[in-house]
């Protein structure tokens, strides 16, 4: 029988502590944890922001507007820069620390003009016709996932295969 006191050891179980501390993660996972971030969010930030450029110069400032939105043309352009820039920034791991700022600003203006009214849930089923599933205006909770990648991205650096890595091991030699 094991003592309360002590560790355990390399053939002992996994302690259920070390699951929740972290510590049953060797270093090359933990090194490589910030490439499926960058990858959804670089991705997700990115054709967001194409989505919106593809339908025409004044489509989504006409939205904003509608919206009540101030300075419509400025707020949509500049909504569409950061989305396609912080984008491309996150997917290369470059700037992450800088491009977080203004694309944490985008997902909290959506959140609270957009999203707030309709609650938390992204996912609201209303029905399902012979045509496939119907569902409601999206919540917040896409916008909250996405606040939380980037902290996490921002806190735990771009990991391997980030302009921000190449640069680093330029640098050191």
């Not at 959804?40 to 939205?63: C, E, N, S, T």
């Not at 984008?87 to 700022?101: K, Y």
């Amino acid at each position: 029988m094991q003592n309360a006191t002590m560790k355990p050891g390399p053939t002992s179980p996994t302690d259920w502590r070390d699951l929740l501390l972290g510590r049953t993660f060797s270093p090359v996972v933990v090194r490589w944890a910030a490439l499926p971030l960058r990858l959804i969010v670089g991705y997700g930030f990115l054709a967001h922001g194409l989505a919106k450029a593809g339908r025409g110069l004044d489509a989504f400032p006409a939205i904003l507007a509608a919206l009540g939105v101030p300075f419509p043309y400025l707020s949509g352009w500049l909504t569409i820069l950061v989305e396609i820039l912080g984008g491309v920034a996150v997917l290369a791991g470059a700037f992450i620390p800088l491009a977080s700022i203004p694309m944490a600003i985008v997902l909290v203006v959506a959140a609270v003009t957009v999203h707030l009214p309709y609650g938390f849930s992204s996912i609201k089923l209303q029905g399902v016709t012979p045509a496939g599933a119907t569902f409601g205006p999206p919540g917040y909770e896409a916008d909250l996932l996405y606040l939380a990648c980037l902290a996490a991205l921002v806190l735990i650096g771009p990991g391997p295969l980030s302009v921000a890595g190449l640069l680093r091991t330029r640098q050191s030699r």
